[in-house]
């Protein structure tokens, strides 16, 4: 399957990009197609169609509903191809109101609205000059109104009856018709300057969404031939040397060669704190070097890099809608006929059983539902404040594969983690030593067993090696003998050190203690006597018992799943405060405990890192994985990739989650309200044109900001 992305530029009409992706769906050879209407970006797959008969389909759809947007190819594979309609790059806002692109097209639509704004007062203030008024007034709504009007009639020839400019044109035409012909004027300029500004508030927070994902790099400096070249990310392969400037982005991961800098990480983990790097370590691709120019080792490809991937995964992220967004899309499909329709009963019904004297009042009254019946306050905030969630979470280091994973994320009652790269590090720890009861010291202990562990590459030796933070001349050590599994026998100055556990011990003849706790121990002898113990645990995470309180505190029920022993389990989940513990645990035994809550009726986040968690990842309501070190299969399975290793950012996500599930909500409840009452009151006559403009253009600016809070909001 072949991956087509379309950028839709100047699209600023919500319920015109739904037709479009409906229409689109429909097109045969087209799958997975999807319009993410926050960035203007229609993506889909084909197998054997030629993309560019499918492109051409597509556009054919998206300039017969909106003439002036301009269709072009954005992936790579569109270099030198460019489709766009033969319009300059302005926007004709299609089946909304005005025209409405950058720079002097603003100024113009500002100036017209302006001038017309100004006609309607001198109408208003002319009502002793019937000829003067009538001309301002006939000016002010031609010229406020012509493109309203031009759009009916020619959606009105594709078969588009219900459209907002149809509706608009109705209205305004049947209050000419009873004489209310301020009210007409007044329903055209205030539609326009209410969608000016809906989309004016439309476009900034697109371009806030887009500036917290303008994390990909635009090119390389790469060392060819002992030159250093300009090229794109792409073109860079595997073991080349690229050099990165103050205030460049890492174009891909690699490994520091030369030079050192702080790095600047926020894009990719939403830490503020610069991380430094010098020779040696790895760097990762979207961040920004600060200071000092380095030279790094590129370590993989662009398609695999970090910022790739992050890149991919957001993308993605508007293929997955959330439940409220697709009942606001049915719901949408069938609001305005059925209002409409009811409009026409308002007016006819009444008219035809008390005469038709009444008739103008009747008409009013269902005008006033024509006006309101167009729900793009919904269509528009819905999907823009989930999209507003995704892009806040990625700002703070949390990937969201889909707004139904962040609407899921709201409702999740148990939180279940897995141990090992989870809560704890994966790296190992001295946590107590036990001292034999003779005359050795404490020191003596630290310096025979960094002796014997020095030229160990086992990670429970280096861990000694690094609590003793002892200098070792390399020339006391004779010989070491290392046992895979036992531990080792090292010849040293100081004598025969044998270390290891308590089988390698009693093998050696030496007798150990049998030491009561959940660690792994590591004994220490000498020259045959017993001189001490280390007792060696996964290092716990620095922020997992605050998470975990967190958590328990806002009335999660927190679990722990884990393959390791139950000592060493249940002494990790009691300093962690967790009372529910499995322990011992096969792959398919996590699966079955997550799927057994799911089945009591709760609602599951699963948070896991390793190749052996996927399964339960892809079973959990909600599949969390750490995506620093969490293998690409666990990333792969999760819905929710934390970008870091802490576990505090669950509880991060969840909030996000909520607060972006309220402000959606409250878009939904203030709409249909605030759209309902004035209905019902322009039913008994006690509404007007003014209050329906503001259910209308009103409500659906005020959506729009409202969604906007979520950009803000600080977890």
Not at 59 to 66: D, K, P, T
Not at 89 to 112: P, W, Y
Not at 214 to 224: G, S
Request: charged share 20%.
């Amino acid at each position: 399957m072949e991956k087509v992305i379309l950028k839709l530029d100047g699209l600023g009409c919500a319920s015109c990009a739904t037709k479009i992706e409906n229409r689109s769906k429909n097109i045969k050879g087209v799958s997975n197609l999807t319009l993410d209407f926050a960035r203007s970006r229609l993506t889909f797959e084909h197998d054997e169609t030629s993309s560019e008969a499918l492109i051409k389909e597509i556009e054919s759809i998206v300039l017969a509903l909106e003439p002036d947007v301009k269709v072009s190819l954005q992936n790579k594979a569109s270099k030198g191809r460019h489709h766009s309609h033969d319009h300059d790059h302005t926007h004709d806002h299609g089946d909304h109101g005005h025209t409405h692109g950058e720079g002097d097209h603003d100024v113009k639509a500002l100036v017209r609205l302006g001038v017309s704004l100004l006609l309607f007062v001198i109408g208003l203030l002319t009502e002793d000059y019937p000829a003067v008024q009538l001309t301002a007034l006939f000016a002010a709504y031609i010229l406020s109104g012509h493109k309203v009007l031009l759009r009916s009639y020619r959606n009105i020839r594709r078969g588009e009856v219900f459209d907002e400019n149809f509706l608009m044109s109705i209205a305004s035409f049947g209050a000419i018709a009873i004489g209310e012909v301020p009210e007409a004027v007044a329903v055209m300029i205030f539609y326009e300057i209410g969608e000016y500004f809906q989309d004016l508030a439309v476009n900034r927070s697109k371009k806030a969404i887009s500036s917290l994902l303008n994390i990909r790099p635009d090119q390389a400096t790469v060392l060819r031939n002992d030159d250093w070249l300009t090229v794109t990310p792409e073109e860079v392969l595997m073991g080349d040397l690229i050099r990165i400037k103050p205030g460049e982005r890492i174009p891909l991961d690699g490994t520091i060669i030369s030079g050192s800098t702080n790095m600047d990480t926020s894009a990719l983990t939403g830490e503020s704190m610069p991380r430094y790097g010098e020779e040696g370590d790895d760097v990762l691709s979207g961040s920004v070097v600060l200071n000092g120019i380095i030279t790094v080792k590129v370590a993989s490809v662009y398609a695999e890099s970090t910022v790739a991937r992050i890149l991919s995964l957001v993308e993605n992220a508007t293929a997955h809608k959330a439940p409220t967004e697709n009942f606001i899309t049915k719901f949408a499909r069938y609001y305005t006929p059925i209002v409409v329709f009811f409009a026409a009963g308002l007016i006819l019904i009444p008219s035809l059983l008390s005469g038709f004297e009444t008739f103008d009042q009747w008409l009013y009254r269902g005008l006033i539902f024509l006006v309101i019946s167009c729900p793009c306050a919904l269509v528009v905030s819905v999907p823009l404040g989930f999209f507003s969630g995704i892009g806040n979470a990625s700002r703070n280091g949390i990937l969201v594969k889909g707004s139904n994973y962040l609407e899921a994320l709201s409702t999740i009652d148990t939180v279940i983690f897995d141990k090992t790269g989870t809560l704890t590090e994966g790296k190992f720890e001295v946590y107590h030593t036990h001292l034999a009861p003779d005359q050795f010291t404490d020191a003596y202990l630290k310096h025979a067993a960094s002796l014997a562990e020095f030229h160990s590459n086992h990670p429970m030796a280096k861990s000694i090696v690094d609590y003793t933070g002892l200098t070792v001349n390399p020339e006391e050590i004779i010989n070491m003998k290392e046992l895979s599994g036992h531990g080792v026998i090292a010849e040293t100055r100081i004598g025969t050190v044998v270390a290891g556990n308590h089988k390698h011990l009693e093998k050696q003849g030496i007798k150990a203690p049998d030491i009561q706790s959940p660690y792994t121990h590591i004994h220490i002898a000498v020259n045959g006597r017993y001189i001490g113990t280390f007792d060696i645990r996964d290092r716990i995470k620095k922020d997992a018992a605050e998470a975990i309180k967190a958590l328990r505190g806002a009335g999660y029920e927190v679990a722990m799943l884990t393959g390791d022993r139950r000592r060493t389990a249940d002494a990790v989940a009691e300093e962690l405060g967790i009372a529910i513990v499995h322990s011992e645990l096969l792959p398919e035994d996590k699966y079955s405990v997550v799927q057994k809550k799911i089945a009591e009726g709760r609602k599951v986040a699963f948070v896991g890192d390793g190749i052996n968690d996927a399964p339960v990842l892809a079973g959990a309501t909600v599949g969390i994985s750490m995506g620093a070190i969490g293998s690409d299969a666990a990333i792969e399975a999760s819905d929710v990739v934390l970008m870091t290793d802490e576990p505090s950012k669950i509880g991060k996500a969840i909030r996000i989650s909520k607060k972006t599930k309220t402000i959606v909500t409250q878009n939904i409840v203030f709409a249909l309200g605030t759209k309902l009452l004035i209905m019902a009151l322009g039913t008994v006559g006690l509404s007007s044109m003014w209050m329906a403009i503001f259910a209308d253009v009103g409500v659906a600016l005020i959506a729009v900001l409202n969604s906007t809070r979520v950009l803000h909001f600080k977890p």
